[in-house]
Nanobody, 121 residues
Framework: QVQLVESGGGSVQPGGSLRLSCLVS????????IGWYRQTPGEQRELIAS???????DYKHFVKDRFTISRDNAKNTAYLQMNSLKPEDAAVYYC???????????????WGQGTQVSVST
């Protein structure tokens, strides 16, 4: 079973930055496609960025140019650098080791506990 542990969330002011981490175990991380999702109360979990095992990144338009997804295969860890944060970015952020085909990401059934991001003055 794949295990994912997200960390790095916190509370920041608008315009601030955070870097989230996703530690993956139980999978061959070198070839795993990783997706970052976020979820707010009452809403569905939404994909915001993904990166293939080969390092090809893709972003949803509303985070492009503000967020950067990356990975360190030696550490089995994926990252999400979030800059210029807005109040609407506040959510619980999750990562997933799934499959990306083209621009479509297909999540697995394994999820971590998520990490909370709050953005307010």
């Amino acid at each position: 079973q794949v295990q994912l542990v997200e960390s790095g969330g916190g509370s920041v002011q608008p315009g601030g930055s955070l870097r989230l981490s996703c530690l993956v175990s139980g999978a061959d991380f070198n070839v795993a496609d990783i997706g970052w999702y976020r979820q707010t109360p009452g809403e569905q979990r939404e994909l915001i960025a993904s990166i293939t095992g080969g390092g090809s990144a893709d972003y949803k338009h509303f985070v492009k140019d503000r967020f950067t997804i990356s990975r360190d295969n030696a550490k089995n860890t994926a990252y999400l650098q979030m800059n210029s944060l807005k109040p609407e970015d506040a959510a619980v952020y999750y990562c997933n080791a799934g499959t990306r085909i083209g621009v479509y990401f297909y999540p697995s059934n394994d999820w971590g506990q998520g990490t909370q991001v709050s953005v307010s003055t």
